[in-house]
């Protein structure tokens, strides 16, 4: 059995929502995951990153935010960096498909692509993958489940079918 340095492991903090335990991870200057319930390799761990997104949840959970303002660390490809940054523009309180954001980044046949990225998004809630529904208005999937997904929906006041 191999024990990790503590000084190579992230930062990790967790937080009670309304949906669950949130394990959130961070380095020193970014959040890299928010995972929907701790992993079972959890230390907490929490540092000036961690503590600022706990609070910024925390807000929103509460109603009190609408967006969020923390630094990014998520890796992933160009794609997935342009699609993500096209959740970050899906406005508080409303709904994108697969689709429109296909053609917000010039590739309208490129929705299953978009949905593979959005299904890898590492930062949900922040990066508001769960806005993302399907062309008929119906949920599709989501890390932390549909019951999830439509929770945090219908706190930001969508109308669902």
Known sequence: M?????????????????????????????????????????????????HLVKQQLEEYFLGQRTGFDLPLGAVGTDFQHSVWRQLCAIPFGTTASYGDIAKQLNKP??????????????????????????ANGSLTGFAGGLAAKQWLLQHEGVKLP
């Open 109 to 134: 046949t490129a929705m299953r692509a978009v949905g593979a990225a959005n299904g890898r998004n590492p930062i949900p809630i922040i990066v508001p993958c769960h806005r993302v529904i399907g």
């Open 2 to 50: 191999s024990v990790q340095n503590p000084a190579s492991m992230p930062y990790q903090q967790c937080l009670h929502t309304p949906i669950g335990e949130l394990q959130i991870n961070a380095n020193d200057q970014d959040i890299e995951q928010i995972f929907f319930q701790p992993q079972e390799s959890f230390i907490d761990r929490p540092n000036a990153i961690t």
